[in-house]
């Protein structure tokens, strides 16, 4: 396992696009989130999985922001109608259920830029 | 709500020189405390970790102590290196219920120099 993996790396898009992230989790893990960093700023909790369920989305930072994990492996994260405002890393990370003090594995993150 | 609170950087020391880095947090429970650390262009690592009160939690040189009474997870190194050079997150996640995620505070740039 190569452990916690997301596409794209970089993404450049112009306000009012909708982009979508990707991530891999490392395949035993069945918690998955999805985190905000901005400049000169801590990681920022958004949203999470066990398995395909959402079990806290009322942190998404508005509602152009979704996220799904259908079948319970890979994640995507959408924003709608991007605003500059959006421009951050996006990271997400993995572990397992019931570890919670297992510590989180993250991937390198998306680094979202908005023109 | 929960917060953490870090020293601010950045901090710039001399190689083999002594490290702090100051971490105080704030919980409503009893929360596991973690330190992370980004390597320039790289992801979070987990750097160490403690579950509970007095605990100490260590790797590769590092050391911080889960103080409760004082509500700090100081980060600390005898002799610090370049390789050390990166930004440190000190973090904590809620015991019980809630949302699951970890709180960060807002990270403190290390550079060590030669």
């Known amino acids: 396992d190569t452990g916690v993996s997301q596409d794209p790396r970089h993404k450049i898009t112009k306000r009012g696009q909708n982009v979508t992230f990707r991530c891999d989790p490392i395949s035993e893990h069945n918690r998955l989130y999805w985190y905000r960093q901005t400049l000169g700023q801590g990681p920022e909790f958004l949203t999470y999985f066990q398995n395909e369920a959402q079990l806290e989305k009322s942190r998404l930072l508005s509602d152009r922001f979704s996220a799904e994990r259908p079948k319970g492996s890979f994640s995507t994260l959408e924003i709608q109608r991007t605003e500059q405002g959006d421009s951050a890393m996006y990271l997400c990370a993995s572990r397992p259920a019931g570890a919670r003090d297992y510590g989180y594995t993250f991937g390198s993150g998306t680094r979202l830029t908005v023109v | 709500g929960n917060s953490v609170t870090q020293m601010e950087g950045p901090v710039t020391l001399s190689e083999e020189a002594f490290l702090t880095i100051n971490c105080t947090y704030t919980?409503?429970?009893?929360?596991?405390l973690f330190w992370y650390v980004q390597y320039p262009g790289e992801g979070l690592q987990l750097l160490l970790k403690?579950?509970?009160?007095?605990d100490k939690g260590s790797n590769k040189g590092f050391e911080a102590t889960y103080r409760k009474e004082t509500t700090s997870f100081h980060l600390e190194k005898g002799s610090v290196q370049v390789s050390d050079s990166a930004v440190y997150f000190c973090?904590?996640?809620?015991?019980?219920?809630?949302?699951?995620?970890?709180?960060f505070g807002k990270g403190t740039h290390l550079i060590i120099q030669p």
């Open positions: 919980a409503t429970g009893y929360p596991s």
């Open positions: 403690a579950t509970k009160a007095d």
């Open positions: 973090a904590l996640s809620e015991s019980g219920g809630g949302a699951d995620g970890l709180t």
